[in-house]
């Protein structure tokens, strides 16, 4: 059984060791994916926000143009006398606009009527009368490519000339504002007017975004935002480092846990409070033989943790993690009640057979225990008288402990037995005896198996025997297996005697039978 818990327990640990280690990547993934999109909806956030304000810068230093020349107020006379009338005054309005490098009236035949330049600029007709931008084109006089701006006034269009490096100087530095391209783009004859482009290459391998923009001033108009491909800074890499450090240690955290949950899942103390609530733990019973009547005068409860209808398991494989853990008192307490419940005839019918039960200092450090124990012998109607208590001498008494000097005298005192149980393997001495309330001392089977061995352990036997009578203590020598030790114990005068010379533990349905076989047994014997 101990085995297959082990098994168990390594085939869970495996699988839980795997379902950690997968869940903990999904987790750190996520974890990294999350930050990283983020960062990345951030940055999108960013450059939108730089392109939406330089969209409007754009779209206000147009309107500024535009508004300036609806300011020019001209009567038809001043349209027909340009020198006199017109210059002047586009002379004057160029110089409170230095973004502006000329400016030309034509009337509706498309004749240039004035101009601060000597040029005559094409016409262009569109079907609104909104501005429109139209370019570049080459003035012959500059080396920079130039942008008319035209706009319907009545009957006649003003133009006006701005030159590349107006818009260049307005939408620059790109390297400043995370884009590698800015363009205007003409939605109604699909072509770009213009194209700012950075100075640098773009080293990112990611994919680049572009915004669309359509302006407020000019219609049929988009600026075109191309960012620059996604660059990870400083603060992200170490942003991205502290999320993986708290999930790896959250995680570890977590394992810790769990393995520890099923280490305690699969512990034989799990095990031993899981068969306590299902009821595993059965009563087996080995006759006891009282040496002087030649007749089975009781037996010792022995525990066994029945697992299923195939697998019992031994006490020495459990008791000690029982004792541990303080879970052998509600074991003992349901040993005793299956005990009471199937003995409960016999014991009515046999006022000389008694029941021993093993109970340590565990029991008699449980408040609890003893209150109940009364209570189970009260309630199944068992006389006090037929219960021997067999203390272990592993784990001694203090005779300076008065709780438990109160608790062994009182059970002397409602006529329960005791006995010293595994005597000569522990710790007691004749001291240790003249305190206590004894009435019984139980030889182990260690120095019972020495018999006819010659070993030193097979001498003090005679020992032990001599300082019970001394003590006035009844004998009972358990684990006796073959005639040789019987006869030296009855030779001896030893009053009870147990082990498999006469019979192992059995169930209650073999007990009954078994002393029901040996009485007609002795029946026939006394009759012939």
Same mark, same amino acid.
């Given at each position: 059984?101990?085995?297959?818990?082990?098994? /168990?327990?390594?085939?869970?640990?495996?699988?839980?060791?795997?379902?950690?280690?997968?869940?903990?990547?999904?987790?750190?993934?996520?974890?990294?994916?999350?930050?990283?999109?983020?960062? /990345?909806?951030?940055?999108?956030?960013?450059?939108?926000?730089?392109?939406?304000?330089?969209?409007?810068?754009?779209?206000?230093?147009?309107?500024?143009?535009?508004?300036?020349?609806?300011?020019?107020?001209?009567?038809?006379?001043?349209?027909?006398?340009?020198?006199?009338?017109? @210059?002047?005054?586009?002379?004057?309005?160029?110089?409170?606009?230095?973004?502006?490098?000329?400016?030309?009236?034509?009337?509706?035949?498309?004749?240039?009527?004035?101009?601060?330049?000597?040029?005559?600029?094409?016409?262009?007709?569109?079907?609104?009368?909104?501005?429109?931008?139209?370019?570049?084109?080459?003035?012959?006089?500059?080396?920079?490519?130039?942008?008319?701006?035209?706009?319907?006034?009545?009957?006649?269009?003003?133009?006006?000339?701005?030159?590349?490096?107006?818009?260049?100087?307005?939408?620059?530095?790109?390297?400043?504002?995370?884009?590698?391209?800015?363009?205007?783009?003409?939605?109604?004859?699909?072509?770009? +007017?213009?194209?700012?482009?950075?100075?640098?290459?773009?080293?990112?391998?990611?994919?680049?975004?572009?915004?669309?923009?359509?302006?407020?001033? @000019?219609?049929?108009?988009?600026?075109?935002?191309?960012?620059?491909?996604?660059?990870?800074?400083?603060?992200?890499?170490?942003?991205?480092?502290?999320?993986?450090?708290?999930?790896?240690?959250?995680?570890?955290?977590?394992?810790?846990?769990?393995?520890?949950?099923?280490?305690?899942?699969?512990?034989?103390?799990?095990?031993?409070?899981?068969?306590?609530?299902?009821?595993?733990?059965?009563?087996?019973?080995?006759?006891?033989?009282?040496?002087?009547?030649?007749?089975?005068?009781?037996?010792? +409860?022995?525990?066994?943790?029945?697992?299923?209808?195939?697998?019992?398991?031994?006490?020495?494989?459990?008791?000690?993690?029982?004792?541990?853990?303080?879970?052998?008192?509600?074991?003992?307490?349901?040993?005793?009640?299956?005990?009471?419940?199937?003995?409960?005839?016999?014991?009515?019918?046999?006022?000389?057979?008694?029941?021993?039960?093993?109970?340590?200092?565990?029991?008699?450090?449980?408040?609890?225990?003893?209150?109940?124990?009364?209570? @189970?012998?009260?309630?199944?109607?068992?006389?006090?008288?037929?219960?021997?208590?067999?203390?272990?001498?592993?784990?001694?008494?203090?005779?300076?402990?008065?709780?438990?000097?109160?608790?062994?005298?009182?059970?002397?005192?409602?006529?329960?037995?005791?006995?010293?149980?595994?005597?000569?393997?522990?710790?007691?001495?004749?001291?240790?005896?003249?305190?206590?309330?004894?009435?019984?001392?139980?030889?182990?089977?260690?120095?019972?198996?020495?018999?006819?061995?010659?070993?030193?352990?097979?001498?003090?036997?005679?020992?032990?025997?001599?300082?019970?009578?001394? @003590?006035?203590?009844?004998?009972?020598?358990?684990?006796?297996?073959?005639?040789?030790?019987?006869?030296?114990?009855?030779?001896?005068?030893?009053?009870?005697?147990?082990?498999?010379?006469?019979?192992?533990?059995?169930?209650?349905?073999?007990?009954?039978?078994?002393?029901?076989?040996?009485?007609?047994?002795?029946?026939?014997?006394?009759?012939?």
């Amino acid at each position: 059984m101990i085995n297959d818990i082990h098994s /168990r327990q390594l085939s869970a640990q495996q699988t839980l060791t795997i379902s950690w280690f997968l869940l903990s990547l999904i987790v750190l993934f996520l974890a990294l994916f999350y930050e990283w999109r983020h960062y /990345r909806e951030a940055r999108e956030n960013q450059m939108e926000l730089i392109a939406k304000e330089r969209a409007f810068q754009f779209d206000e230093f147009m309107e500024n143009l535009i508004q300036g020349t609806f300011a020019l107020n001209f009567t038809r006379d001043e349209f027909n006398a340009c020198q006199t009338q017109l @210059l002047p005054v586009l002379t004057d309005w160029l110089f409170n606009n230095p973004n502006v490098s000329a400016i030309a009236i034509t009337d509706p035949d498309g004749k240039t009527t004035c101009s601060t330049l000597n040029l005559t600029p094409p016409v262009f007709f569109p079907a609104s009368a909104a501005p429109h931008l139209h370019g570049p084109f080459d003035s012959g006089h500059h080396k920079q490519p130039t942008y008319l701006l035209q706009q319907k006034l009545g009957q006649y269009h003003f133009t006006l000339y701005i030159l590349r490096s107006i818009f260049e100087n307005l939408l620059r530095p790109l390297e400043a504002t995370s884009f590698k391209a800015i363009a205007l783009y003409d939605t109604q004859h699909k072509k770009q +007017v213009f194209q700012l482009t950075q100075r640098q290459p773009d080293s990112s391998p990611e994919k680049s975004m572009m915004l669309r923009i359509p302006s407020q001033t @000019l219609d049929d108009y988009q600026l075109l935002f191309t960012a620059k491909g996604l660059v990870y800074e400083k603060h992200f890499i170490y942003t991205e480092l502290i999320i993986a450090a708290v999930v790896i240690l959250l995680s570890l955290f977590l394992y810790y846990l769990l393995r520890k949950a099923l280490n305690r899942r699969f512990s034989l103390d799990y095990a031993l409070q899981n068969g306590l609530r299902q009821g595993h733990f059965e009563p087996m019973y080995q006759p006891v033989v009282d040496v002087a009547n030649n007749r089975f005068c009781g037996a010792e +409860v022995l525990i066994r943790w029945q697992m299923d209808a195939k697998q019992t398991i031994m006490p020495d494989l459990f008791i000690e993690e029982a004792e541990a853990s303080g879970l052998i008192v509600p074991m003992t307490l349901q040993l005793v009640e299956k005990s009471f419940q199937q003995c409960a005839e016999l014991l009515s019918s046999n006022n000389d057979f008694h029941l021993a039960f093993n109970v340590s200092v565990n029991h008699f450090l449980d408040r609890r225990f003893f209150p109940q124990f009364y209570q @189970l012998c009260e309630q199944y109607g068992v006389n006090n008288q037929q219960i021997i208590l067999e203390l272990t001498e592993r784990q001694l008494f203090n005779k300076e402990d008065k709780d438990s000097m109160r608790i062994m005298q009182d059970l002397r005192e409602r006529g329960y037995s005791l006995a010293i149980d595994d005597f000569g393997t522990g710790h007691a001495s004749i001291h240790y005896l003249q305190h206590l309330p004894f009435n019984y001392l139980k030889i182990d089977k260690l120095f019972i198996q020495a018999i006819g061995t010659g070993a030193i352990t097979e001498t003090l036997n005679q020992a032990i025997i001599n300082m019970a009578n001394s @003590l006035d203590l009844a004998i009972i020598a358990e684990g006796v297996e073959t005639m040789e030790q019987y006869d030296y114990l009855r030779r001896h005068r030893v009053d009870y005697i147990q082990g498999w010379y006469f019979a192992r533990a059995m169930t209650i349905e073999q007990l009954i039978t078994f002393i029901e076989e040996k009485a007609n047994e002795a029946m026939l014997t006394a009759g012939s």
